[in-house]
């Protein structure tokens, strides 16, 4: 299966405390990007990091590529309430697919 | 510009009945994809459109889904008869070219079946 590989599975932190999630991935890749699913609703898009980065910022996010071990990691950092929400690495194969992760359900206690 | 819609946002329906997914692309984008996440689990892709054409419709579950686009502009999905695990939230995606760093998704349909 192409299915990216994520953990943890559920996360749970209190608010203002840092979350880190991974992502594993068997296949060559162009690119992978992290969204952000709320419960039972629609995917935002975070970020999206190229197979020739190592890491990217955007706002509290920090993401980092390996592709030499096919992995990725996500940063949120002082994190908030709000940031409550399943997590996706996704990522795009040299062969133009487009695979997803198994997810990361991160809880923000107040 | 407008983005990927999807309609409706949520649907409840029961067992056995039939319900219709609809999917406009932006303007313009000849690829179109859908994909779901079923019961809180993976996010897992259904087909690729290019225009009107099924690029790629491996991930289709079996034959109670039709997935048709015609015209090349929207897409529906239509579930007949659905199933109670036929339940999750489904995405449709655009993109102008085929590669995977401009795919565009849409907020989603939440569909239950009591």
């Known amino acids: 299966s192409q299915q990216g590989e994520e953990d943890p599975q559920a996360l749970s932190i209190q608010e203002g405390e840092n979350a880190t999630m991974n992502c594993s991935y068997k296949?060559?890749?162009?690119?992978l990007q992290w969204y952000r699913q709320n419960s039972g609703r629609g995917l935002v898009h975070l970020i999206l990091?190229?197979?020739?980065?190592r890491e990217k910022h955007s706002g509290r996010l920090r993401v980092t590529l390996d592709t030499s071990k096919k992995s990725s990691s996500l940063l949120i950092t002082a994190s908030r309430a709000a940031d409550t929400a399943s997590y996706f690495c996704?990522?795009?194969?040299?062969?133009?697919?487009?695979?997803f992760g198994t997810g990361t359900s991160l809880t923000v206690i107040p | 510009e407008a983005g990927v819609t999807q309609f409706p946002s949520h649907s409840v329906i029961e067992k056995g009945q039939t319900v219709t997914l609809r999917c406009d692309p932006i303007?313009?984008?000849?690829?179109l994809y859908w994909y779901r996440r079923v019961m809180g689990k993976e996010i897992k892709f259904l087909l690729h459109?290019?225009?009107?054409?099924?690029?790629?419709e491996s991930g289709m579950p079996n034959n109670r889904f039709l997935a048709e686009r015609t015209g090349g502009t929207y897409s529906t999905l239509k579930v007949q008869p659905a199933e109670l695990e036929d339940s999750g939230v489904y995405f449709c995606?655009?993109?102008?070219?085929?590669?995977?760093?401009?795919?565009?998704f849409g907020s989603g349909t939440r569909l239950t079946v009591v």
């Open positions: 990091i190229r197979s020739n980065e």
């Open positions: 303007s313009g984008h000849d690829n």
């Open positions: 296949t060559s890749i162009n690119n």
């Open positions: 996704a990522f795009g194969t040299t062969g133009n697919q487009f695979y």
């Open positions: 459109f290019v225009k009107e054409s099924k690029q790629d």
């Open positions: 995606a655009s993109s102008l070219l085929r590669d995977s760093y401009g795919y565009t």
